[in-house]
């Protein structure tokens, strides 16, 4: 059974950084694609960022470019989200997800497989 956990939110103040962590278990890690995607209140689930198997390509939604970088550890089943420069409207539930395909194909949440249970991040300003 697929399991994945966030871990790393918290409350911070504007400026602050965080780093998220996703851990997986019941699958083969490196043949997944991983994302991050977040859900702030009373809008739609988004995507953050997303990095292929192997770890060598990444996506990012545009305005978070340069902020957030996404990363993983093959080695450890883990994903993580380095987020620094956090402002208010950053805040959301964040959400670790995982698709069934080596290279970056979905960037919708419709296109993962597995979810997990979301870590709250909340930035006051």
């Known amino acids: 059974q697929v399991q994945l956990v966030e871990t790393g939110g918290g409350l911070v103040q504007a400026g602050d950084s965080l780093r998220l962590a996703c851990a997986a278990t019941?699958?083969?890690?490196?043949?997944?694609?991983m994302a991050w995607f977040r859900q702030a209140p009373g809008k739609y689930r988004e995507i953050v960022a997303a990095?292929?198997?192997?770890?060598?390509?990444?996506y990012y939604t545009f305005p978070l470019k340069g902020r957030f970088t996404i990363s993983r550890d093959n080695a450890k089943n883990t994903m993580y989200l380095q987020m620094n420069n956090l402002k208010p409207e950053d805040t959301a539930v964040y959400y670790c997800?995982?698709?069934?395909?080596?290279?970056?194909?979905?960037?919708?949440?419709?296109?993962?497989?597995?979810w997990g249970k979301g870590t709250q991040v909340t930035v006051s300003s």
């Open positions: 997800a995982a698709d069934l395909a080596e290279a970056i194909v979905a960037i919708q949440e419709a296109g993962y497989d597995h």
């Open positions: 019941g699958l083969t890690f490196r043949d997944y694609t």
């Open positions: 990095i292929n198997g192997n770890g060598g390509d990444t």
